[in-house]
Structures are given as C-alpha cells and as structure tokens.
Nanobody, 115 residues
C-alpha cells in the first residue's frame, strides 16, 4: 500500500479559496489514478475529482468549474485547488490512490466554509 498525507485544509469564507495537497510515498506514484473524496457529517463519502496517470481528470457536477485537480509526478503530490467555495463544500477531504489491487486512503483534512 502507498502512504498518503493530506495538508492544506482549514477555514475559508464563502467565495474564498483553498488548495489541498496530498503527498504519496513510493516510486510508482506516476502510475496511480489519484482522487479526492469528501465526507460531510451524517453523509456518505463522495467523489470530488480524479486524475489518471495520463493526466485525464473527472469531476463531480457539484464542483465543476470551481475545483481543479492536478498532479506533480516529480514531487509525488496531487493537488486540489478549490475556488468559489460554498458552505456545502464543508467536509473532511480524503486523498485516494488506486492501481490494480492498491486502494489507499489518507487520514483526511478538514475543510470548513463559513462566514
């Protein structure tokens, strides 16, 4: 399994921005499909965005046009740039790495959007 460590969460005002980072261990990061998921209190974990090893990205409709996922294979890091934040974006955000039988999760980082 790969070790994942998220950072960059915190408190933001509605309309504000945050950038999440997820650093991965190992030497085959470039092969993973990386994803960001979130879980709000009382709700199931849901997909936010994914990015393949080829750089193809996919977004949930609720974040399209506001969030951008990217990756830096030289730094073993995936990012989630979150703009125009809304209170409904409040959740714990988790990083995920998938490759064949590998399905690893980070510990999560809290994002709170409130005035």
């Amino acid at each position: 399994q790969v070790q994942l460590v998220e950072s960059g969460g915190g408190l933001a005002q509605p309309g504000g921005s945050l950038r999440l980072s997820c650093a991965a261990s190992g030497s085959i990061f470039k092969l993973y499909t990386m994803g960001w998921y979130r879980q709000a209190p009382g709700k199931q974990r849901e997909l936010v965005a994914t990015i393949t090893s080829e750089g193809s990205s996919n977004y949930d409709d609720s974040v399209k046009g506001r969030f951008t996922i990217s990756r830096d294979n030289a730094k073993n890091t995936v990012y989630l740039q979150m703009n125009s934040l809304k209170p409904e974006d409040t959740a714990v955000y988790y990083c995920n790495a998938k490759l064949r039988l590998i399905d690893s999760w980070g510990q999560g980082t809290q994002v709170t959007v409130s005035s």
